[in-house]
């Protein structure tokens, strides 16, 4: 709900997350509205030169979703039909829709059971001749070994596109996610620490992808809206290529301008939650919270724990432990491979992301959580392990 201009959480219940949204963005989104410009322009620009700048990348493409930058990314590869892409099954199931949309085939690849990413180990286990691109989530903001990943696609001379929906503000290697990728997707939903609603981004260092992605975002036109407008004088755009409706407005963007402000806050805010939960549940045994890698930092965009063979209730019945508490909490990572959309889609054996699947769940996080709220969440959890 909305209360003085602020998203907050109901009082009772405490919400899974809840965007950092208040009065600075409504004065943006309103400043555009006035402006008279509300679809993609001036303030578009803006957005995709700040934002590559923080994640260390040339250029940015502003694009409706992270979808549909996944999508534009794979296409400036040259990704079609008969082609396979190696994807984590331990994703949201956009990852993998993303390869279906060019004509390709995902193929699903296992995971490492400390940070639920691709390794170079599991990626290999799939891949084969066909193989025309790696898809390397890092999963609820946890960094990927992106470094080891980019050493052995060029070994494979396979691309490598970075799904980093979750990561804004994770960084591995002492730089931000994003840095050096060859091209790399984000993710403005509500559920990411960065929101503009709805709305994504491609990052690439190469100019001519960049130019190419702008184009299609908007129907393959040579010219966009913006520049026609600017040009003062008649302008007739021609259509190079089938393209598709993929753009962000600016007023999405303008939000997206004052949250960009807010990022390392928000960070730093998440991190210190995380590491006052793992505190807290260290001595309940069977659960395995989420950890940073030895390499990198992650944003805590979810906060999950695993739960040991031993624990005494399963994890479907923790949730609803946890729901009649008046706790929101959420299953851990899907597995896309287990979703009817994907039978019998190749896949390598997957036991790993079965178990992380089968037994984890995300607990409430968000930059407004109170230390009483989160003494709520770990009394629940403790009260399940004890007493059933």
Known sequence: MVAGG??????????????????EEAQAAADAVRSGWVAQGP????????????????????????????HLALTVLGVGAGDEVVVPSLSFVATANAVRYTGAVP??????PRTANLTPQTVDAVRTPRTRAVLLVHQGGVPADADGMRAACARWGVPLVEDAACAVGTSAGGRPVGSGALLAAWSFHPRKLLTTGEGGMVT???????????????HGMNVSAAERHAAGKPVLEAYLETGFNYRMTDIQAAVGLVQLGKLSEMVARRRELAA?????????????PVRDPAYGEGNFQSYWVLLGEDFPVGRDELLAVLSDAGISARRGIMAAHLEPAYAGHPAGPLPVTELISGR??????????????????????????VTR
């Open 204 to 218: 690439t260092d190469d100019a001519q992808w960049a130019a190419r992605m702008r184009r299609l975002r908007e």
């Open 107 to 112: 193929v699903f690849a296992d995971v490492d």
């Open 360 to 385: 984890s769940l995300i607990l409430p996080l968000f930059h407004t959580m109170t230390e009483a709220q989160q003494d709520r969440v770990v009394d629940a959890l403790r009260d399940a392990a």
């Open 276 to 288: 006052r939960y793992e505190k807290l549940l260290a001595d309940i045994p069977g659960l395995e």
């Open 6 to 23: 602020a998203v907050t959480a109901d009082v009772g219940r405490i919400p899974v997350m809840v965007p950092w949204l208040g009065e």
């Open 43 to 70: 303030r578009v620009a803006e957005f995709e030169r700040a934002f590559a700048a923080r994640v260390g990348a040339g250029h940015g493409v502003a694009v409706s979703s992270c979808t549909t930058a996944l």
